[in-house]
Nanobody, 124 residues
Framework: QLQLVESGGGLVQPGGSLRLSCAAS????????IGWFRHAPGKEREGVVC????????YYVDSVKGRYTISRDNAKNTVYLKMNSLRPSDTAVYYC?????????????????WGQGTQVTVSS
């Protein structure tokens, strides 16, 4: 059974940092492209970043480029999202998702396995 579980969300002040984790079970995540998405109330689900299977190259949406970093630890079967310089507009439920035979895409329809999400709130 394929499963992704996010953790690490919470409340942080503007300018602060968080590290989210996406732990995979039932499959080896290095065979999949892993994406992070976020969904804020009243807004569309938005792709944030993905890390490709195999070579581990990455693709970031412009609004987080230079502030967020995705990484993969194959030994732990976990993908991380380090978020720096957080803004109130980053507030959302963050989801990780896996897709097979895709590369460098932030289209949520391309991903077929999703976690349950973790809340990130950026507020003073």
């Amino acid at each position: 059974q394929l499963q992704l579980v996010e953790s690490g969300g919470g409340l942080v002040q503007p300018g602060g940092s968080l590290r989210l984790s996406c732990a995979a079970s039932g499959f080896s995540l290095d065979y999949y492209t892993i994406g992070w998405f976020r969904h804020a109330p009243g807004k569309e689900r938005e792709g944030v970043v993905c890390i490709n299977s195999g070579d581990g190259t990455t693709y970031y949406v412009d609004s987080v480029k230079g502030r967020y970093t995705i990484s993969r630890d194959n030994a732990k079967n976990t993908v991380y999202l380090k978020m720096n310089s957080l803004r109130p507009s980053d507030t959302a439920v963050y989801y990780c998702a896996a897709g097979f035979a895709i590369r460098s895409t932030l289209g949520p329809e391309q991903y077929n396995c999703w976690g349950q999400g973790t809340q990130v709130t950026v507020s003073s």
